[in-house]
């Protein structure tokens, strides 16, 4: 069993809906959220964290668009660490990724710790795959992912992640966020197959 959300459709004011189901339930450990760009994502997952908050249970919501290295590098700044500056501006997209999610893993620590009594523990994380490389990605799921559910054995941990690449929804427990269900890829043809039903779909959607 998994938490349970009702979801806002014209969640913007817009007058179509974006969801075509809006009583969803999200399942412990990792969901990836998949469907083309503008299918709802990032809106799905600002409605959880809301939801979470209201009902006071602990949350990091981390949006690379909106807390990536230029808010990493205005942290910096302000505490005096030039180095951090300096390096960033000489790294690649993908070395600024990684090295933002060395910040974001600090703060998922931070979490736990002030949250030692909560039974359960949300992570939600926006478009962290682009610019990433594969080893990247994997190393994600393969070794940040794991540690904190060992940090935590009697909590429930939920990782919720917005997928822009394969290789975050490969052999995942993906959620479809059109229309609001769980589904699996058996590969890359399949997950490409999906998403470019999903653009049709948007497409249709903004036609009527």
Not at 53 to 66: A, E, G, Q, T
Request: glycine residues 6%; aromatic residues 12%; charged residues 35%.
């Amino acid at each position: 069993m998994g938490r349970k959300f009702k979801l806002i459709n014209c969640y913007y004011g817009e007058d179509y809906k974006m969801f075509k189901k809006v009583n969803i339930e999200i399942e412990k450990g990792l969901t990836v959220l998949v469907g083309c760009n503008g299918t709802g994502k990032t809106t799905m997952l600002e409605q959880l964290e809301a939801e979470l908050k209201d009902k006071d249970i602990p949350v990091l919501f981390h949006s690379n668009l909106k807390n990536g290295i230029r808010d990493m590098r205005d942290k910096a700044f302000f505490v005096e660490d030039f180095e951090f500056v300096a390096l960033s501006m000489e790294s690649s997209e993908g070395e600024n990724i990684v090295n933002v999610m060395g910040g974001i893993a600090r703060e998922m620590g931070e979490l736990t710790r002030q949250n030692m009594l909560a039974d359960e523990l949300w992570f939600l994380f926006d478009a962290v795959d682009s610019g990433l490389s594969v080893d990247n990605i994997v190393e994600i799921k393969e070794n940040l992912l794991p540690i904190v559910v060992e940090h935590n054995p009697n909590k429930d941990i939920y990782f919720v992640f917005s997928a822009n690449e394969y290789e975050l929804a490969r052999n995942e427990n993906c959620f479809d966020v059109a229309h609001g269900k769980y589904i699996k890829f058996k590969d890359y043809e399949d997950y490409r197959k999906f998403i470019l039903k999903s653009r049709k779909e948007k497409d249709k959607r903004y036609d009527e």
